[in-house]
């Protein structure tokens, strides 16, 4: 199985910041790699597929990068409601896995 | 609009079995494979199972294989998911996902408990 491995865990953060998350799979999963953002409550929003497509009505400040096995999501000028779980997902080999999910609080 | 509405979901003893659906609209239904990903309390995304677009090919997790079965009707845009043998452990909210171009549903919540 693919395991795919986010960094930091947690993330305390500045309101205006430039942020990177990480995203590291065992195994090269091409760019078949996507970003999630999750609010307490709430079902996971996409919010980059396949590495770096943008998504449709998702702030131009989040993008994404990578490809192979090393993946990193940034949001450029964190904004409050930015707070919340973001995870990674490969779709590239089953089981289509998850990463554990990188937390963003307020610093 | 893209829609993925489940249904079915709710409070079960352990042991017994439900069926999920989930009812898509706004896209060709039958063009895509389906996944079915759960997410348990206070826990991470798991995915669950497969199908792809003419049920050729079907997944499961170790967890739920033996126990869970993906299937899908495209004359009815409808995807399910049928569980048996129902433990504590498959408590979870579930998600009706489509794989390519990913869109998720808003997930439907099962209770394995007496």
């Known amino acids: 199985d693919v395991v795919l491995t986010q960094s930091p865990a947690t993330l305390s953060v500045t309101p205006g910041e430039r942020i990177s998350l990480s995203c590291r799979a065992s195994e090269s999963v091409d760019t078949y790699l996507h970003w999630y953002q999750q609010k307490p409550n709430e079902s996971p929003r996409l919010l980059i597929k396949?590495?770096?497509q943008s998504i449709s009505g998702i702030p131009s400040r989040f993008s994404g990068s990578g490809s192979g096995t090393d993946f990193t999501l940034s949001i450029n000028g964190v904004e409050l409601e930015d707070l919340s779980i973001y995870y990674c997902?490969?779709?590239?080999?089953?089981?289509?896995?998850f990463g554990a999910g990188t937390k963003l609080e307020l610093k | 609009e893209v829609q993925l509405v489940e249904s079915g979901g709710g409070l079960v003893q352990p042991g017994r079995s439900l069926k999920l659906s989930c009812l898509a609209s706004?896209?060709?239904?039958?063009?895509?494979?389906m996944n079915w990903i759960r997410q348990a309390p206070g826990k991470g995304l798991e995915w669950v199972a497969s199908?792809?677009?003419?049920?050729?090919?079907?997944y499961y997790a170790d967890t739920v294989k033996g126990r869970f079965t993906i299937s899908r009707d495209n004359a009815k845009n409808t995807l399910y998911l049928q569980m048996t043998s129902l433990r504590s452990e498959d408590t979870a909210l579930y998600y009706c996902a489509r794989h390519t171009d990913p869109y998720w549903g808003q997930g439907v919540m099962v209770t394995v408990s007496s």
């Open positions: 396949y590495a770096s």
């Open positions: 199908i792809s677009s003419s049920s050729s090919y079907i």
């Open positions: 997902q490969q779709g590239n080999s089953l089981p289509y896995t």
């Open positions: 706004g896209f060709t239904f039958s063009n895509y494979g």
